[in-house]
T-cell receptor, first 114, second 112 residues
């Protein structure tokens, strides 16, 4: 069964700290992996997309890595700010053949304390 | 101003009633999707459409129906057969099935 797991489920850090969010997936035959941000009661905002052939992607203070062989991805947030507080979702795309869908993890709720 | 819009923001359904959630995009995307989000669970795919006049069931299609008569629009109907409809519904679109998905602001459906 294709599953995506995110650990931890919740995280609270003081402002300025660097942090890492983890995502693991059971089926390594992925097409790409995306990290999203969701604010309470809102839709999802795409942060980074990593193709299966890539090892990492960077955008500003965010860096996402992908290790397909071990079924893991990490989202690194540098110098965290209170505005980073949100739920972060990892999603894996399986594409081609019988399966064409994005499978989501349950998310990590991040709180950055001022 | 390009993007995806969903309406209404909140929707109330009475017992036995069908309700329709609207999703419109002006991004010229071919693919569109409907997801359901429940507390403590990841987003689950209800239906998706790769192109106009075509759509496929996702993991939890029972009790839902869709249509794709126009490229810009992908409405979702929650029928009376859906016994537990209370959830947050999210619509998304992408250039193609394998592309980055862009999400609308969501509709929260509540049962009276």
């Amino acid at each position: 069964k294709q599953e995506v797991t995110q650990i931890p489920a919740a995280l609270s850090v003081p402002e300025g700290e660097n942090l890492v969010l983890n995502c693991s997936f059971t089926d390594s035959a992925i097409y790409n992996l995306q990290w999203f941000r969701q604010d309470p009661g809102k839709g999802l905002t795409s942060l980074l997309l990593i193709q299966s052939s890539q090892r990492e992607q960077t955008s500003g203070r965010l860096n996402a890595s992908l290790d397909k062989s071990s079924g893991r991805s990490t989202l690194y947030i540098a110098a965290s700010q209170p505005g980073d507080s949100a739920t972060y979702l990892c999603a894996v795309l399986y594409y081609g053949g019988a399966t064409n869908k994005l499978i989501f993890g349950t998310g990590t709720l991040l709180a950055v304390q001022p | 101003d390009g993007g995806i819009t969903q309406s209404p923001k909140y929707l109330f359904r009475k017992e036995g009633q069908n309700v329709t959630l609207s999703c419109e995009q002006n991004l010229n995307h071919d693919a569109m999707y409907w997801y359901r989000q429940d507390p403590g669970q990841g987003l689950r795919l209800i239906y998706y459409s790769q192109i106009v006049n075509d759509f496929q069931k996702g993991d939890i299609a029972e009790g839902y129906s869709v249509s794709r008569e126009k490229k810009e629009s992908f409405p979702l109907t929650v029928t009376s057969a859906q016994k537990n409809p209370t959830a947050f519904y999210l619509c998304a679109s992408s250039i193609e099935l394998a592309g980055t998905q862009y999400f609308g602001p969501g509709t929260r459906l509540l049962v009276l």
